[in-house]
């Protein structure tokens, strides 16, 4: 049921926000150096690396590490990537790892392959189970405010409660954050 959800969801959702995409694409393009997407290595169900992609939102030369680990971090972003980053814009590209079945609308948000506290943290709750997804319980409670132990506390507790219904309400609540572009550090 969740596959099925999630592929008319992205299929609505890349109908819908196709000219948008084009737009930012664009955008990126003309304002910074360097390819349109980043395309971030991450892990997926069961540990598994793929590839995730993004705007591309920070300078050509930017340490690949988490965000809140990157001094100065506000100084790698490109004129838009700001913008791209608080509107959320800059995660459509990820449409396509929904799409190849690699990541889902809902989950706890994929780990960069580099994260090894996060990663163990959430092996040890038996977290790894579950696809990755654009949006989750984490990111609608605090997203990149809360600490990793948070941030695993809440994807634990999404593993426990997650259905259809429950999906529903925190996409309707992703909505309502990224309207109000809430949470969002850099």
């Known amino acids: 049921m969740k596959r099925c959800l999630d592929l008319v969801l992205c299929s609505l ?7 948008p995409m084009l737009l930012v694409a664009i955008a990126v393009c003309l304002t910074s150096p360097g390819p349109i997407l980043f395309w971030s290595m991450r892990v ?27 001094t100065g971090a506000q100084s790698y972003l ?16 990820q449409l396509w790892s929904v799409l190849l079945g690699q990541m889902s609308f809902v989950g706890p948000r994929p780990a960069l392959y580099n994260q090894d506290d996060l990663i163990a943290m959430r092996n040890a709750k038996g977290i790894e ?47 309502m954050k990224v309207l109000g572009r809430e949470g969002v550090a850099h």
């Open 13 to 19: 959702a890349l109908l819908i926000l196709f000219m």
């Open 44 to 70: 997926g169900k069961n540990n598994i690396l793929f590839l995730m992609p993004k705007f591309r939102t920070m300078q050509k030369n930017t340490p690949n590490v988490a965000t809140h680990l990157l």
């Open 78 to 93: 490109t004129p838009i990537g700001g913008f791209l980053r608080k509107s959320s814009l800059d995660e459509l590209p």
């Open 129 to 175: 189970v579950l696809l990755p997804g654009i949006t989750g319980w984490a990111q609608v409670n605090g997203r990149d405010e809360l600490d990793l132990e948070q941030k695993v506390r809440l994807d634990f507790e999404y593993l426990q409660r997650r259905s259809t219904p429950f999906d529903c309400y925190i996409l309707f609540l992703t909505g």
